[in-house]
């Protein structure tokens, strides 16, 4: 949910886990971050278990101070041809479960 998190937070997370003597630099990861803000959620395939497949979603408070995700993660193979309507559903729990804070 980092892509969630007010840019100054997310700076001090990336600052402490990516520092100057790293090799993975911080830029691009948060150039990867702004389309996941952009629309919404985060989609995986194989980044964190291989075959998996998986879709996170921030949760909200009332004053859009993020509490959490929700994510679905599923087989890969039994989500062929239902990547959409998955991400729908994960993205509309989450609004939904926002809506009560």
């Known amino acids: ?48 278990d291989w075959g998996v497949w998986g879709v996170s979603a921030p949760i909200f408070n009332r004053t859009e101070r993020l509490l959490g995700g929700l994510s679905l993660m599923a087989p890969a193979v039994r989500v062929a041809g239902r990547h959409k309507s998955l991400i729908h559903t994960t993205v509309a729990a989450a609004g939904r479960i926002s809506g009560k804070f």
């Open 1 to 48: 949910q980092l892509a969630f998190m007010p840019a100054r937070e997310r700076e001090e997370i990336l600052a402490r886990h990516f520092d100057a003597g790293d090799k993975v630099p911080r830029q691009p990861l948060n150039e990867e971050l702004a389309p996941v803000r952009q629309q919404g959620y985060a989609v995986s395939e194989g980044e964190v």
